[in-house]
């Protein structure tokens, strides 16, 4: 169970890094450059413990699929960035596989 703690903490951290990436305006902005560079080394540092007892593919697919979908939704709350028919099939495809590979996967830990 604790893995799964290690690797929720390592996509919201992630997606706090990618989110405040856009403000760092090519890391030429001190402190959404410095919660950029410590989200990102949260996000792996948590992602290595969760690692642990996860197998690599089946922990990256989930950490990728669900920091993708994720960091779409606050760009559209947050940047007003909007989704078109394509894009939301598109996550709802990302997030049905994380759905299956956590459902039926006989390769979510090792």
Same mark, same amino acid.
């Given at each position: 169970?604790?893995?799964?703690i290690f690797?929720?903490?390592?996509i919201i951290?992630?997606?706090?890094? *990618? ?12 402190? !959404? ?19 642990? *007892? ?13 920091? *993708? ?6 760009s559209w709350? %947050? ?5 078109? %028919? !394509? ?24």
């Open positions: 169970m604790q893995q799964w690797l929720s903490i390592a951290s992630e997606v706090v890094a *990618t989110s405040a990436l856009k403000a760092t305006d090519g890391f030429s902005r001190l402190w !959404p450059s410095l919660i950029t560079v410590a989200g990102y080394g949260a996000s792996f540092f948590f992602l290595s413990f969760a690692l642990r *007892t996860l197998s690599v593919g089946v922990a990256y697919a989930i950490w990728a699929g669900v920091g *993708t979908a994720l960091i779409t939704l606050v709350l %947050i940047f007003g960035q909007r989704l078109d %028919i !394509p894009a939301v099939i598109g996550l709802l495809l990302i997030v049905s596989g994380v759905v299956v590979i956590n459902a039926f996967s006989k390769s979510v830990s090792h």
